[in-house]
């Protein structure tokens, strides 16, 4: 159990255009589901919280503007990745906590993305 | 200022070899995870501590959790290649932070 799923695993992309990753509890509901980017060989850093059927909570420094989340039902929160630029390039992780649990969080597979 | 110091950052060792990770902070946490990542796929539980003074063992793998529940630390017995990959602490200090990861490199 505890299965998080992601889409699509790896995406290129021209600049200036958007981009939409999608991740999915698949076995559990997930009231809260959080959006990480990681760079080559360092840690996660926590872009945002979002609960279902809430705004995203960002963190200081993340554009909200430009990452946008949607965390329209209890499985499935998306981050679209708008007017994309190289330096945004990044594996892109998900995770979600089940209803309930405070501190078990389970991962997705993360998502390649490569702005040319 | 990072709520969680991990140490070291980078660990490289032949196969056989014990080694220790550090996963230190100023405040308590109700409880502390550890996790292995491996390149290219998201990070994978490894064990939740949640008792000051607990030790949790996971085959080669021993966890501590320090009795005032503001460190951990991850011991691993006679490392092996398979063992190599991305290792971090987080907590859900109401969100789930990391600290900045160990990258273990196993060699045979």
């Known amino acids: 159990g505890a299965v998080v799923s992601q889409h699509p695993s790896r995406v290129i992309c021209k600049s200036g255009t958007s981009v939409k990753i999608e991740c999915r509890s698949l076995d559990f509901q997930a009231t809260t589901m959080f959006w990480y980017r990681q760079f080559p060989k360092q840690s996660l850093m926590l872009m945002a919280t979002?609960?279902?059927?809430?705004?995203?909570?960002?963190e200081q420094g993340v554009e909200k503007d430009k990452f946008l989340i949607n965390h329209a039902s209890l499985t499935l929160s998306t981050l679209t990745v708008t007017s994309a630029h190289p330096e945004d390039s990044s594996f892109y992780i998900c995770?979600?906590?089940?209803?309930?649990?405070?501190?078990?969080?389970?991962f997705g597979p993360g998502t390649r993305l490569t702005v040319t | 200022t990072q709520l969680l110091e991990q140490s070291p950052q980078f660990l490289s060792i032949q196969e056989g070899e014990n080694l220790t990770v550090y996963c230190n902070s100023s405040s308590v946490f109700s409880s502390l995870q550890w996790y292995r990542q491996e390149p290219g796929e998201g990070p994978v539980l490894l064990v939740t501590?949640?008792?000051?003074?607990e030790v949790k063992k996971l085959k080669r793998l021993t966890f501590q959790f320090g009795d005032a529940r503001k460190d951990s630390s991850l011991h691993i017995t006679a490392a092996q290649p398979g063992d190599t990959g991305l290792y971090l602490c987080?907590?859900?200090?109401?969100?789930?932070?990391f600290g900045q990861g160990t990258i273990l490199t196993v060699h045979p």
């Open positions: 979002s609960n279902e059927g809430s705004k995203a909570t960002y």
């Open positions: 501590v949640v008792t000051g003074g």
């Open positions: 987080g907590t859900s200090y109401g969100k789930l932070t």
């Open positions: 995770s979600a906590r089940a209803q309930g649990l405070d501190y078990e969080q389970y």
